[in-house]
């Protein structure tokens, strides 16, 4: 039977890779061995958080982050398992970390052909309550010669790579290399991340709105106008429900899989809303695009953006198109 032939054939995360970049010719694997890098991260930060609660790994570290907010200890630990398992693969330049105000950049004698850009842990606020966090990232190749800055201060169009690893009821690791998104979740018993989402696609259109509500009263004409459209519908369809975890991570993820709109908007307080570009906008929008749907910043698509700072940060709306083609009237119309 086929479910047999599946349970049977595992489909590793690694596997995978291998067989997707076998594709490309003159690959010598270099991507797959950065990618269990990335893998290994991302088991490591799984295992701490699932134990944070009895192994008392929670609580303040006394630092406070780039943001100047404070850091938790399981930030901390995330970032430099990171960091290492990265300069350790012999396959990165440019490391930008969310927890760093610097860029890495990696020895010479270390040194590959990839930039990494990541937050290790994200949804901060979510730690101490044992909701939903998870770790995001993307992927540059550096130009020949000597590694620079302006090798990650790149549109998000150009990343090889995007995706995130949820900790959540269970870990899942949900990748785009480009061509479609493929999601893998973590069988414990084997310390592996086996396909179980082949092909993700975005519905069309979606049920759900996302957005941090608390912020309306500071929010510009097009988001305020859009929301009450999510609940006050004009062309008699039904109004739509709120889903809000506060971990971008979750609130992506539902997204990707139920369909719907995730946003966080412009308001008067932030101007450039609260998310960052490199690495939290931009993966997100790549893996969205790969899956059908659209990410848009309130003025262009999220992955034209050009950043000039590594820890710039945006508006965002992201998620079904249909959904994303609404907002973007909105915003159309007020200029
Ligand atoms: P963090 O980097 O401090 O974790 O902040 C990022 C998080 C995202 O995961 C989430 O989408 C957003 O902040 C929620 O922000 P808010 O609490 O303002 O709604
Ligand atoms: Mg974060």
């Known amino acids: 039977h086929a479910a047999d032939a599946k349970r049977t054939d595992l489909m590793t995360i ?10 490309h010719p003159g690959s010598r694997g270099d991507f797959t061995i950065l990618l269990n890098h990335i893998v290994l991260g991302c088991k490591f930060v799984c295992s701490a958080v699932n134990k944070a609660g009895l192994a008392k790994l929670i609580g303040l570290a006394g630092d406070t982050n780039v943001q100047g907010e404070e850091q938790k200890k399981l930030d901390v630990l995330s970032n430099e398992v990171f960091i290492k398992a990265l300069v350790s693969s012999g396959r990165t330049s440019i490391l930008v970390s969310e927890e760093d105000e610097e860029a890495t950049f990696v020895e010479p004698s270390k040194r590959g052909k990839y930039c990494v850009v990541f937050d290790p842990l994200d949804g901060s606020s979510n730690i101490d309550c044992g909701v939903s966090i ?11 010669g000597e590694p620079t800055i302006n090798d990650v201060l790149q549109p998000g169009k150009n990343m090889l790579a995007a995706g995130y ?5 269970s870990c899942m690791f949900v990748l785009s290399t480009g061509s479609g998104v493929n999601g893998f979740t973590l069988d414990p018993s084997l310390g592996e991340f086996i396909l179980t989402h082949p092909d993700i696609k975005i519905p069309r259109k979606g049920k759900i709105y996302s957005v941090n509500e608390g912020n309306a009263k500071n929010w510009d004409a097009p988001t305020a106008k859009y929301v009450e459209n999510c609940k006050f519908p004009k062309d008699g369809s039904p109004a739509k429900s709120l889903r809000y975890v506060g971990s971008m991570v979750a609130d992506v993820h539902r997204t990707l899989l139920y369909g719907g709109i995730f946003m966080y908007p412009a308001d008067k307080k932030s101007p450039n809303g609260k ?13 969205m695009e790969q899956a059908g749907g659209q ?3 309130g003025k262009q698509r999220a992955l034209d953006l050009v950043p000039t700072k590594i820890h710039e940060r945006s508006p965002i709306f992201l998620g079904s198109y249909d959904d994303v083609e609404e907002i973007k009237a909105l915003y159309a119309a007020k200029e």
């Open 165 to 169: 690893c949820m900790y959540g009821s």
């Open 14 to 23: 690694t596997r995978f890779v291998l067989n997707e970049q076998s594709k």
């Open 275 to 287: 998310l960052r570009v490199l690495y939290e906008v931009f993966p997100m929008s790549f893996l």
């Open 295 to 297: 990410a848009f910043t």
């Open 134 to 144: 998870g770790t995001i990232f993307g992927i540059y190749m550096v130009k020949d």
